[in-house]
């Protein structure tokens, strides 16, 4: 029986294990950067498992080093560990036993499968070559995210490749998506402040009326998509928050603005700020108003790189037949993951995790979400083959 054989046939025996990790830390959710009881769990975890050097890079992440017994190349993967600010409503008995926080988005199920690769090579340390880095990753939820600090700390140097995963609920379990180059969007924000003139709303010519001249911000800003960009690429520009009065006779002196800006190419993303700012200042000083604006850039946009995801997909074939891969559409939603690939190659995948005929059909975000655990076992082959082909490469 070869290594590769003997790797996923122990995958096998420990999914019991996996699953019950999984389970626990859905009962224990923490939010971004809260992730103190998350991180030790997952330190005390990997410490008993043996063969790894274990750290904690930041306060709330941790990371384990497991060096082979031979020289080679070194692979990172990653898992993100943190929850979200939802009121869980699943009605499991291992629902979250922290109000208002939940395991909406899957990172339960990313650190268990993750937790488990590492025991299955930790076992077969001798015959490795090269190194793995196993990164639990804090605050993937909340900008600025954990990934820029991760990396600050030194979690990527000397890498060569870097991978990572995401559970998918709206994909059938048994399913495994790929895709090279650009897979999901930079999720950047703009706050706006137009400053009028307020007055009674029955002598609206003694004013400078900052909602009618917020309307047309709003609207002229949807041109920077439809008239300005080439409608090849893809862009959101969205309003999402328009603040502004207190009754229904008085017209408000100013008003706030703010929303997101989504795109997959980096000239583009700084393109746009600057046409935003154009249309605020021209819109404005027509009407003899003043702004402030303030532009945030997230996370930069996530792009596979094409020789990493090949291998990933020759081994979901290898292991699950064609059917099993799919490729993914590029969705303008984000992940800081996009911040280890830019300092090595690597890619993202995912993992079918849904299961109609168990009701398991929410979407992430939801307070009905959850994983089909079967899910679990499927990411830890995925990622123990591949991790050995590209120790090889």
Not at 37 to 45: G, H, M, P, R, S
Not at 308 to 334: D, N
């Amino acid at each position: 029986m070869t290594l590769a054989q003997r790797l996923l046939e122990r995958a096998e025996e420990i999914q019991s294990e996996v699953i019950d990790w999984r389970r626990y830390l859905h009962q224990h959710p923490e939010l971004s950067f809260e992730e103190s009881k998350t991180a030790y769990y997952i330190e005390e975890t990997l410490c008993a498992m043996g063969h790894m050097e274990v750290s904690r890079p930041t306060p709330t992440s941790v990371m384990a080093r497991l060096i082979g017994s031979r020289p080679g190349k070194v692979l990172a993967i990653r898992a993100d560990i943190d929850a979200l600010p939802i009121e869980e409503d699943t009605g499991l008995p291992y629902s979250s036993g922290n109000p208002g926080v939940m395991h909406a988005c899957g990172h339960d199920g990313h650190t268990a499968t993750v937790l488990g690769v590492a025991k299955v090579m930790a076992e077969h340390q001798a015959e490795l070559e090269g190194e793995i880095r196993f990164i639990f990753q804090h605050a993937e939820e909340l900008p600025p995210g954990g990934a820029e600090e991760m990396i600050a700390a030194g979690v990527m140097t000397d890498v060569d490749t870097v991978i990572g995963a995401h559970l998918q609920s709206p994909v059938e379990v048994g399913k495994v998506g790929v895709v090279a180059g650009p897979m999901l969007a930079s999720p950047d924000t703009f706050y706006i402040t137009i400053n009028g003139k307020g007055g009674h709303a029955a002598e609206p010519h003694r004013v400078i009326d900052s909602i009618a001249i917020g309307a047309q911000v709003v609207n002229n800003l949807q041109h920077i998509v439809s008239r300005h960009v080439n409608p090849m690429d893809p862009l959101v520009v969205s309003v999402t928050k328009f603040i502004g009065g207190h009754t229904h006779n008085v017209i408000p002196g100013s008003v706030e603005l703010c929303g997101t800006v989504r795109c997959m190419d980096l000239e583009l993303r700084d393109e746009v700020p600057k046409r935003m700012k154009q249309i605020i200042e021209g819109i404005t000083s027509a009407h003899g108003a003043t702004f402030e604006f303030r532009y945030e850039y997230g996370y930069r946009p996530l792009i596979n790189h094409e020789s990493v995801t090949k291998t990933i997909a020759e081994t979901i074939q290898e292991l699950y037949g064609e059917e099993a891969l799919y490729t993914i559409k590029p969705s303008m939603a984000a992940d800081d993951f996009s911040a280890y690939l830019n300092s090595a190659p690597g890619t993202y995948f995912n993992i079918g995790a849904g299961r109609k005929e168990k009701g398991i059909i929410y979407p992430h975000h939801h307070p009905k979400f959850t994983i089909d655990e079967e899910a679990l076992l499927i990411g830890m082959k995925v990622f123990i083959s591949s991790a050995l082909k590209l120790l090889a490469k």
